[in-house]
């Protein structure tokens, strides 16, 4: 007799679950929820980009633990009165805050389904693992990686920088002959010193800090007028640090910096790498995709040379948070640094556990299958599409470049290389300070409306406003919009101003 059939008839004990009591009132509930989903998403540029929440919906949110259940259907109602009205607003067509994706609806269904599915992607034999495998594929490809390359999908950037700086510490160490895994940071003779830009994202502080190097080991080389690292003084600042008795280790290269988006020549400095025997790391959580947009592709050369990359789909290719990708182009240093095996995941030769473990490139044991939604949503529009968005981006922040110039009262304060503008509202005739306080004031008056969201940012000394297109929802006439506002509520602030 299997299992699945054994009869309760005598059964004296309660047991419970977390399985609906009644299947048909949840399956007629998740329809209606699936319905609305498509409706929000479709109606997204109806509603406001963001919108301040009154005090009483904040209440509905400090609620004490509940202890006795709650109907589903009452849930879902406090959630489309509560949560789905004030969202950060990423997903709307006016959304250029930061940098992140727009995400889509396939994505959200992967996301649903991977949980519905529920295998956890420490490893094992079933085929969420080969789809994992199969995604790491397609990213090498798109890079141009080799296929014998590894990786892993992690939350996003700054854990795929984190792993791929770990790498670079654990393979720099051994080439001075320290096995850091059994003897740590102590046993190292010379200090190590990791070489970036001062554009750098703030997740490499923040993983030098983690990793025990400290953040006075990663050196902040100055950039040229286009925000690239100046490649001299990297070359000036390895030799000073190897005369003073540093291990240079690793360059952090860029492609595709927070600020302005500016890309390191990655050619030379895997030249560079290559001459001094660092390691190459490239930070591509913005630009990494830029391989595959036909247009613009040229722009990372050079990016295939690395000896790690991250990398950020929940950005350019708008999948739903979270995920990230680290690509390892050796496999040996990648399992060298985080293989371990405990007696109690011992690999079979049959059954579940007869496939390799997939936390052995990574740290996490348990992990998602957050492998699902890209691969949905890669197979239903084709790599070839997500290339055409990135170009499309790309000529739209080339467009609101072009419309700022021919405004007398706004100012590009960097050159736009890739989808990213920083400019501001300037009238003539007010100082540094004054122009930053009317301009943050225009980006709080944008946001306050629900019209259009954008950053501030400081380049070179320069406060600017910054609009970062990563949206594939985004269109020309936006941006048209986005001009007119700016210097709407710049002369109302002229005018009467800043208290409304
Ligand atoms: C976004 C970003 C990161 C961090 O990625 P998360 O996904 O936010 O963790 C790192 N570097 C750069 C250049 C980025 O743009």
């Known amino acids: ?295 613009n592709k040229d722009r990372v050369a050079g990016i295939e040379k690395a000896d790690s990359i991250a990398m950020d789909p929940h950005k350019w290719l708008h999948t739903p948070f979270e995920v990230g990708c680290v690509l390892i182009k050796s496999e040996q240093k990648h399992l060298k640094t985080f293989s371990l095996t405990p007696e109690y995941l011992e690999m079979t030769k049959r059954g579940i556990a007869a496939a390799r473990w997939l936390h052995d490139f990574g740290l996490q044991t348990s992990r998602g299958f957050r492998a699902l939604k890209v691969w949905m949503s890669l197979q239903e529009h084709g790599v070839e599409k997500f290339g055409r968005l990135i170009d499309q981006n790309i000529a739209q922040g080339q467009y609101l470049n072009d419309l700022i110039k021919q405004e007398t009262d706004l100012e590009l304060i960097a050159p736009t290389n890739i989808n990213i503008v920083c400019y501001r509202y300037n009238p003539g005739g007010l100082n540094h300070d004054k122009l930053k306080e009317i301009n943050i004031e225009i980006m709080l008056r944008l946001q306050e409306e629900g019209s259009a969201a954008l950053s501030d940012t400081t380049v070179h000394g320069a406060h600017c406003l910054r609009v970062a297109i990563t949206n594939h929802r985004t269109r020309q006439s936006d941006l048209d919009f986005l001009v007119d506002e700016t210097l709407r509520i710049g002369t109302e602030i002229l005018d009467k101003g800043l208290n409304k």
């Open 1 to 295: 007799m299997s299992p699945n059939s054994k009869t309760d008839q005598n059964s004296t004990i309660t047991e419970e679950t977390l399985d609906p009591e009644n299947w048909e009132t949840v399956r007629d509930l998740a329809h209606e929820i699936i319905d609305d989903s498509l409706s929000y998403t479709r109606d997204v540029r109806e509603r406001p980009v963001w919108q301040q929440m009154p005090k009483d919906t904040q209440a509905a949110f400090e609620t004490p633990l509940p202890k006795s259940p709650t109907s589903l259907k009452k849930i879902y109602k406090s959630i489309t009165k509560n949560v789905l009205p004030f969202p950060m607003g990423n997903i709307h067509p006016r959304f250029w805050m930061w940098y992140m994706g727009s995400s889509n609806f396939t994505g959200a269904l992967g996301d649903f389904l991977a949980a519905i599915i529920g295998s956890n992607l420490g490893g094992g034999n079933h085929s969420a693992a080969h789809i994992d495998n199969q995604v790491i594929n397609w990213f090498k490809e798109m890079i141009g990686f080799p296929p014998e390359a590894s990786g892993s999908l992690v939350s996003g950037g700054s854990m795929a920088n984190l792993l791929g700086l770990t790498v670079a510490r654990n393979t720099m160490a051994s080439v001075a002959g320290v096995d850091l895994r059994e003897h740590g940071l102590a046993a190292l003779k010379k200090p190590m010193r990791y070489y970036t830009s001062d554009q750098v994202h703030s997740c490499h502080q923040l993983a030098l800090e983690t990793l025990g190097l400290g953040n006075s080991s990663l050196r902040r080389i100055s950039t040229n007028d286009d925000l690239t690292i100046d490649i001299e003084a990297l070359n000036k600042a390895i030799q000073e640090d190897r005369e003073a008795g540093f291990q240079p280790a690793c360059v952090i290269a860029t492609a595709g910096t927070v600020n302005t988006g500016a890309i390191d020549d990655l050619q030379k400095i895997s030249a560079l790498c290559h001459a001094e025997g660092l390691w190459f790391h490239v930070d591509g959580c913005i630009g990494a995709l830029i391989a595959i947009a036909p247009n």
